[in-house]
């Protein structure tokens, strides 16, 4: 009875579980969907305040322009290059909080320090028990700040490359629905806006930029530069050549459907381009796995009933 009942709570919490795990992609589809929701009324609210805090700003030049110019450049020559450098790794990394590049700017700084002091209680109590050399001490004190100081860079560079790799694969297709959506009738505002809201449960990166897209083109009189900072945030990739071409269109008069079709054609290839790299590069990557793993099993199958019995003769 004891072992029918524990089968019968095992048989159960399988059940729930392969439930779970059906229901789960599901649900996180919504919750997609509503995170992609939330971050474009937040960029719109955020886009209405700077449009009123300009207007106020308008009004208090006329009072004391020279002097808030004077602030105004003070500020940027102390922010300087690193911290746009800083400003835009967060975009593109994906982190949208403005104050995310000073954080990283801080950490970058106080990293090394910490890691200088690890080193130094790490060298303490191995001095104790073994003698070190100080040539030894100096190169575990550089290694550490180097390890501390590029630590928060290589992290942000993963999620940055992580970004690109999602924006690069799913954005061919993208781009098709949104050719169909121009040559169709829909303005290019409006075809954004709707080819953001289908891809939202399968891209979730690529969704939020577009969405970010559609909303600072509706709501900025300027679509050059919605598109300028749209290629700021995704870095490079399909996503910046997108912008580009958009551009360009804009500049000289062309087409925006000729563009698209052209651009569309090119990243499909480009994607088929990088599938054909990988796939070139994976008897190489295989070798070493082969001869650890796969030709010892082999030769154990082949040679084993051979030895044991020329063991038992």
């Not at 028990?129 to 100080?134: K, P, Y």
């Not at 999620?159 to 290019?188: A, H, T, W, Y």
Request: with cysteine.
């Amino acid at each position: 009875m004891e072992d029918s009942m524990l089968l019968t709570i095992v048989a159960s919490l399988g059940a729930a579980l392969s439930f779970a795990a059906l229901a789960y992609p599901y649900l996180q589809k919504t919750d997609q969907k509503e995170r992609y929701k939330s971050i474009i009324e937040k960029r719109r609210k955020d886009l209405m305040q700077q449009a009123r805090e300009g207007q106020k700003v308008i009004k208090e030049e006329k009072v004391s322009a020279r002097d808030n110019m004077a602030l105004y450049y003070k500020f940027q020559s102390l922010a300087g290059k690193m911290g746009e450098r800083a400003r835009d790794k967060m975009l593109q990394a994906g982190i949208r909080n403005p104050k995310a590049h000073i954080k990283f700017l801080i950490i970058r700084a106080v990293l090394p320090l910490v890691f200088i002091g690890l080193a130094f209680l790490f060298l303490s109590a191995a001095s104790q028990e073994n003698e070190i050399s100080a040539l030894t001490k100096i190169l575990v004190v550089i290694v550490s700040a180097l390890v501390g100081f590029k630590l928060p860079d290589v992290l942000v560079k993963n999620m940055i490359l992580k970004r690109q790799q999602e924006l690069n694969l799913s954005f061919p297709d993208s781009l098709d629905m949104m050719l169909i959506c121009v040559q169709g009738g829909i303005g290019l505002e409006q075809a954004i806006e709707r080819v953001a809201s289908e891809i939202s449960e399968h891209s979730e990166t690529l969704a939020e930029e577009l969405g970010i897209l559609s909303a600072e083109m509706a709501m900025l009189n300027d679509r050059r530069q919605a598109l300028q900072d749209f290629a700021r945030r995704v870095g490079s990739g399909a996503g910046k050549t997108f912008a580009t071409a958009l551009i360009q269109a804009e500049q000289y008069g062309t087409s925006v459907s000729q563009a698209m079709r052209v651009m569309a054609d090119e990243l499909r290839d480009m994607r088929m381009a990088e599938a054909e790299r990988k796939a070139a590069s994976l008897p190489p990557k295989l070798t070493v796995p082969m001869i650890l793993f796969f030709l010892p099993a082999l030769f154990i199958i082949i040679l084993g009933p051979a030895g044991i019995t020329a063991s038992n003769m």
